[in-house]
């Protein structure tokens, strides 16, 4: 069980604050969906809830039907504050060897004194006793944004990336997309770029309701988001608001002259520069949720729901393997949060909700099971009118009984 102290900043989290350190518990990603007239407020709220919550660098990919896998790239990348991102000036490699720095290009030939150091400095490796390369040390010549010396002037992917209508981009988009998030890397034209241990990608979507009419990303991209959460606008959004107070008092506080605030770079908060929950903390909430324990009546009933999602008459192509394993993961997060070592049949109903609604897909009526023994379409179409993921998730738990 995590700390008291550390389940208190938990428990004083927003809804988004904490679909995102669900996320990062898993090293999953997710989908964030609002009303199309405030998905950019929506975007605003997710960058101060990387910098402020996590302390990590965000980022935006704002998708078009005619983006391409350049732009995909480019958009994930960040780059240090005094350099951009074609140039190696930077590297003592190239420095030592020619005074006159050339672009990142795994294809570049090295000038011939480069070929000579290389192959005197093979021959001493040959002579030593201790001639074996270590992986950290080939790692480090591989990719030298992991030395510290670097690390600030090498482009760098963002640890948090918030895909902007990733419905509408290309299917080779989407697919480059599933590659970066199932192997934590991309293929640039001049490099491999991996991803930071923290890293979160979330697509963010607009969406006129939880579960209706919901944006369809391309099926194997969907089923790999670990959770789906709808932001109600009503709800607010709990950091711009706090920003957007910060801002009046200090226009107010200048107007009157009664001091001089200087306004933060970035439009950040002062008070959260440092981040609300660190590394560590995310580490003592994966050692506790690693420690929870679920009784074989808790697993049953979860195994029921998954059965009776599969069979239900309103769903299309049934559930995923991936989902069932997404379903346990976040059961056992969910049970960290609340401070618990076992899990409830309350936390395998709301982790239910949030793996599986994105996954359902709604039948058509012509397909729908009964039609195969002689069912009216015109009944079924009735049936089937305003039904949504959510609907199905709602008559499933209804249906399964709850263990004592």
Not at 41 to 58: C, G, I, M, R, W
Not at 94 to 117: E, G, I, M, Q
Request: net charge negative; charged share 20%; aromatic share 6%.
């Amino acid at each position: 069980m995590a700390e008291p102290g550390l389940l208190s900043r938990v428990h004083s989290l927003g809804d988004l604050d904490l679909a995102a350190l669900l996320c990062l518990l898993s090293r999953e990603h997710c989908i964030i969906s609002t009303e199309p007239e405030y998905v950019d407020d929506l975007l605003e709220e997710l960058h101060l809830v990387a910098s402020q919550t996590f302390n990590l660098k965000p980022t935006t990919l704002k998708c078009t039907p005619h983006t391409t896998l350049d732009d995909f790239a480019a958009s994930i990348l960040l780059t240090g504050p005094n350099t951009t991102p074609t140039p190696r000036s930077s590297s003592p490699l190239l420095t030592r060897n020619n005074p006159n720095p050339v672009t990142d290009s795994y294809f570049h030939n090295p000038p011939a004194s480069y070929h000579t150091h290389t192959a005197s400095h093979q021959t001493l490796r040959a002579l030593s006793p201790h001639s074996q390369l270590s992986v950290g040390s080939y790692t480090t010549l591989q990719h030298p944004h992991n030395n510290n010396n670097n690390n600030n002037n090498s482009p760098q992917i963002a640890n948090v990336v918030l895909a902007r209508d990733l419905d509408r981009a290309p299917k080779a988009v989407q697919i480059q997309a599933l590659e970066l998030l199932r192997t934590r890397r991309i293929f640039t034209r001049t490099s491999v770029q991996a991803a930071p241990k923290q890293f979160l990608f979330i697509a963010v979507l607009g969406a006129t309701g939880m579960g209706r009419d919901e944006p369809r990303l391309t099926e194997h991209l969907n089923d790999f988001f670990y959770i789906a959460h709808w932001h109600d606008p009503l709800d607010g959004f709990a950091h711009l608001e706090e920003l957007e107070e910060q801002d009046g008092d200090e226009e107010a506080s200048i107007a009157s002259g009664e001091s001089v605030v200087r306004r933060s770079l970035g439009g950040t908060l002062r008070t959260g520069a440092d981040g609300l929950l660190h590394e560590h903390d995310i580490s003592a909430l994966v050692e506790a949720s690693r420690l929870v324990n679920v009784d074989i009546e808790i697993l049953r009933y979860q195994m029921n729901i998954i059965s009776f999602l599969r069979m239900h008459r309103a769903v299309a192509g049934g559930v995923s393997p991936v989902a069932t394993k997404h379903f346990d993961q976040l059961l056992k997060c969910l049970a960290a949060l609340h401070g618990l070592d076992y899990a409830t049949p309350g936390l395998v109903a709301l982790a239910a909700k949030k793996i599986y609604m994105h996954r359902v897909r709604i039948v058509a009526p012509e397909k729908e099971r009964s039609m195969q023994w002689g069912s009216e379409l015109a009944i079924v179409e009735q049936n089937l009118e305003g039904v949504g993921p959510e609907d199905v998730i709602e008559d499933v738990l209804g249906m399964v009984a709850v263990p004592l």
